[in-house]
């Protein structure tokens, strides 16, 4: 998603900077309490040191995705209680709002690869 594309969804969506910002603090969030339980698993399964093991930044961004716990996070830091609009992110149903955290998800994470 370019940058005009995000700022056109995020007009239409009525998003503001503040919410996208909180998003992207979320998924950071989620992958710092999943993150650990991940590479430990990983590690295992290679049969290496959980130090030794990292993983690629697109797998990063698709278990915090799955993990459906930027919701939770923005719920718990009273943020969907600030700026009920956000809510629209978690409507499966609507492409465009899932394409969006999509990219703020994606943007949160800028290292190739992820590990201990």
Not at 11 to 22: C, I, Y
Not at 33 to 39: R, S, T
Not at 42 to 61: D, L
Request: with cysteine; glycine share 6%; proline share 2%.
């Amino acid at each position: 998603m370019t940058k005009a594309q995000r700022a056109k969804t995020m007009a239409a969506l009525g998003l503001t900077e503040e919410v996208m910002t909180e998003v992207r603090s979320a998924a950071n969030g989620v992958w710092q309490y999943i993150g650990g339980d991940v590479l430990d698993a990983v590690a295992m399964e290679r049969g290496k040191c959980v130090n030794a093991v990292t993983i690629p930044r697109s797998h990063v961004i698709e278990l915090v995705m799955d993990a459906d716990r930027i919701e939770d996070k923005l719920k718990t830091s009273r943020v969907l209680a600030k700026h009920p609009e956000a809510k629209v992110l978690f409507d499966y149903k609507n492409v465009t709002a899932r394409d969006l955290l999509r990219a703020e998800v994606k943007a949160a994470f800028t290292f190739a690869r992820y590990g201990m």
